[in-house]
């Protein structure tokens, strides 16, 4: 499939997880994507592994003159932008009774003031057609312990993409969130161990972990105008794990 | 790449509007429909969109003894069931001071009992890790003056999706329900029985309640039910999904 042939993409949090699956699709897809992440390393690479239609940009989105930079390279290289995947997000555990505010700070810098930056410096360059899509979580619908930070955050997030439907009313730009449940990322790999994938996979009616593509599939079908009649939805793509 | 090759769908109400819409579709990804619908003219004539990979079987979800004719038939020419569109429905308009009982059980015959059956009768004969897609409304969540039977029968449809996702989890089987916005197709003039300067002006309304300023086309509806079908959503189920233009979501 070739969906997104010609497109301009924007991931943020791209350089590894759900970021850079989705970049891989995109770029199967036809699409020419712009990865945004806080590590050079890491950024250079999920580039080698993307090859000529990828590039990085170093910065971090709770840092607003490092997405002006972001969005001045895209419009340098490619004038116009038609997909914004606002997937960078930052969560740790603090249960109620320990939560500083430094906590609530950093979660809500990167998930909340971060992602409404991500879109909000993005439309200049966007018209007909664009798609934005938030990566939410099966957390902004479900509790769980030591979470308060990272589910509101989610949870605001959702909202977002209800209020901008009603903002992007008559511009043609379309914006959803896309709800993972636990994924097998790296990331959640190693902060999970063993035995937490497992009470992860077992509370899955899907009974497993999702693998990062299956996320980036998503994202694709959000991405393309297989989805032109959605907009302010949510997806979840959690193995069931919120919808029962 | 053809997301659907050589799949075997099941699209209830093929006839018309989104179930027709999705035929198509789910035929051009490179699968192999069994089309069902009331009215034998109407479902011929739907099928000749294409000269192969379409059958058709004329009944009525809300007869046991049709379903067990449209199993059969599936069952002899493909032997399994890859995927099921349970999308047939009916919906007429019965305010709540002066509906009768025929139209409540008419609206729950088709729309509840009608679509348990079309499913239950289809697990034996499907594959493990297939799907299943119920066709809901965002009349499910919203409240709409009139069809209080009809949005009441959409609830029970995406309920319906929860439960089958743990009973039929073992076989690794998604279900997932569809909650279409207001669509450009046929029904709303044909069957609602609603005049047709009532359905103008409903239609002009649904636009304005919805977010992209519009109704959507079938074929919209058909790429989210496609996708749903697909291993592209392999790790969704239980689910809603709201194709709407945002009408329920803000």
């Given at each position: 499939?070739?969906?997104?042939?010609?497109?301009?993409?924007?991931?943020?949090?791209?350089?590894?997880?759900?970021?850079?699956?989705?970049?891989?699709?995109?770029?199967?897809?036809?699409?020419?994507?712009?990865?945004?992440?806080?590590?050079?390393?890491?950024?250079?690479?999920?580039?080698?592994?993307?090859?000529?239609?990828?590039?990085?940009?170093?910065?971090?989105?709770?840092?607003?003159?490092?997405?002006?930079?972001?969005?001045?390279?895209?419009?340098?290289?490619?004038?116009?932008?038609?997909i914004v995947f606002a997937n960078a997000g930052a969560g740790s555990v603090?249960?109620?009774?320990?939560?500083?505010?430094?906590?609530?700070?950093?979660?809500?810098?990167?998930?909340?003031?971060?992602?409404?930056?991500?879109?909000?410096?993005?439309?200049?360059?966007?018209?007909?057609?664009?798609?934005?899509?938030?990566?939410?979580?099966?957390?902004?619908?479900?509790?769980?312990?030591?979470?308060?930070?990272?589910?509101?955050?989610?949870?605001a997030v959702r909202n977002l993409a209800r209020t901008w439907a009603e903002?992007?009313?008559?511009?043609?730009?379309?914006?959803?969130?896309?709800?993972?449940?636990?994924?097998?990322?790296?990331?959640?790999?190693?902060?999970?161990?063993?035995?937490?994938?497992?009470?992860?996979?077992?509370?899955?009616?899907?009974?497993?972990?999702?693998?990062?593509?299956?996320?980036?599939?998503?994202?694709?079908?959000?991405?393309?105008?297989?989805?032109?009649?959605?907009?302010?939805?949510?997806?979840?793509?959690?193995?069931?794990?919120?919808?029962? | 790449?053809?997301?659907?090759?050589?799949?075997?769908?099941?699209?209830?109400?093929?006839?018309?509007g989104i179930g027709l819409a999705t035929a198509k579709r789910f035929v051009?990804?490179?699968?192999?429909?069994?089309?069902?619908?009331?009215?034998?003219?109407?479902?011929?004539?739907?099928?000749?969109?294409?000269?192969?990979?379409?059958?058709?079987?004329?009944?009525?979800?809300?007869?046991?003894?049709?379903?067990?004719?449209?199993?059969?038939?599936?069952?002899?020419?493909?032997?399994?069931?890859?995927?099921?569109?349970?999308?047939?429905?009916?919906?007429?308009?019965?305010?709540?001071?002066?509906?009768?009982?025929?139209?409540?059980?008419?609206?729950?015959?088709?729309?509840?009992?009608?679509?348990?059956?079309?499913?239950?009768?289809?697990?034996?004969?499907?594959?493990?890790?297939?799907?299943?897609?119920?066709?809901?409304?965002?009349?499910?969540?919203?409240?709409?003056?009139?069809?209080?039977?009809?949005?009441?029968?959409?609830?029970?449809?995406?309920?319906?999706?929860?439960?089958?996702?743990?009973?039929?989890?073992?076989?690794?089987?998604?279900?997932?329900?569809?909650?279409?916005?207001?669509?450009?197709?046929?029904?709303?003039?044909?069957?609602?029985?609603?005049?047709?300067?009532?359905?103008?002006?409903?239609?002009?309304?649904?636009?304005?309640?919805?977010?992209?300023?519009?109704?959507?086309?079938?074929?919209?509806?058909?790429?989210?039910?496609?996708?749903?079908?697909?291993?592209?959503?392999?790790?969704?189920?239980?689910?809603?999904?709201?194709?709407?233009?945002?009408?329920?979501?803000?």
């Open positions: 499939m070739t969906r997104l042939s010609g497109k301009t993409a924007v991931i943020t949090g791209g350089a590894t997880g759900i970021g850079l699956a989705a970049a891989k699709r995109f770029i199967e897809e036809g699409a020419f994507v712009f990865i945004f992440g806080r590590r050079q390393e890491a950024l250079d690479a999920a580039v080698a592994e993307l090859g000529p239609n990828a590039r990085a940009v170093m910065g971090s989105v709770s840092d607003l003159a490092d997405l002006d930079r972001l969005y001045t390279a895209v419009k340098a290289e490619r004038g116009t932008l038609d603090a249960k109620l009774g320990e939560i500083t505010a430094e906590h609530i700070d950093e979660t809500f810098d990167t998930n909340v003031k971060g992602t409404i930056f991500t879109v909000q410096k993005a439309l200049p360059l966007m018209g007909k057609g664009g798609s934005i899509i938030l990566t939410g979580s099966s957390a902004g619908t479900t509790g769980a312990p030591g979470m308060t930070a990272y589910s509101a955050s989610k949870a903002d992007l009313k008559g511009t043609g730009i379309r914006v959803n969130v896309l709800s993972p449940g636990a994924t097998a990322t790296e990331l959640a790999k190693a902060a999970l161990g063993e035995e937490g994938q497992k009470a992860y996979a077992a509370m899955t009616p899907l009974q497993r972990m999702a693998d990062p593509a299956e996320i980036g599939a998503v994202a694709a079908f959000l991405a393309s105008s297989d989805s032109s009649f959605m907009t302010a939805s949510e997806v979840a793509v959690d193995g069931g794990l919120a919808q029962l | 790449m053809k997301t659907l090759e050589g799949k075997i769908a099941v699209i209830t109400g093929g006839s018309s051009g990804e490179g699968a192999h429909v069994v089309i069902t619908g009331r009215r034998e003219k109407e479902l011929k004539e739907a099928a000749t969109f294409t000269e192969r990979n379409v059958t058709t079987v004329v009944g009525d979800v809300s007869r046991l003894e049709d379903l067990d004719r449209l199993y059969a038939v599936v069952k002899e020419k493909h032997g399994h069931i890859d995927i099921l569109f349970a999308n047939a429905g009916a919906g007429t308009i019965g305010p709540l001071a002066v509906a009768t009982e025929a139209h409540f059980d008419q609206t729950f015959d088709v729309n509840v009992k009608g679509l348990f059956f079309t499913v239950q009768k289809a697990l034996p004969l499907f594959k493990d890790g297939g799907s299943i897609i119920l066709n809901s409304s965002v009349s499910n969540v919203l409240g709409l003056p009139g069809f209080s039977a009809y949005a009441a029968s959409k609830a029970a449809v995406r309920s319906f999706a929860r439960a089958w996702t743990l009973e039929l989890k073992d076989r690794k089987i998604r279900v997932n329900a569809m909650s279409p916005g207001p669509t450009e197709t046929p029904a709303l003039e044909t069957t609602t029985g609603l005049t047709p300067e009532q359905a103008e002006q409903a239609a002009a309304q649904f636009a304005s309640q919805v977010p992209m300023g519009r109704r959507g086309r079938p074929e919209e509806i058909a790429a989210a039910v496609t996708f749903l079908a697909s291993d592209e959503s392999s790790y969704i189920t239980g689910v809603d999904l709201a194709v709407d233009g945002g009408m329920a979501q803000v």
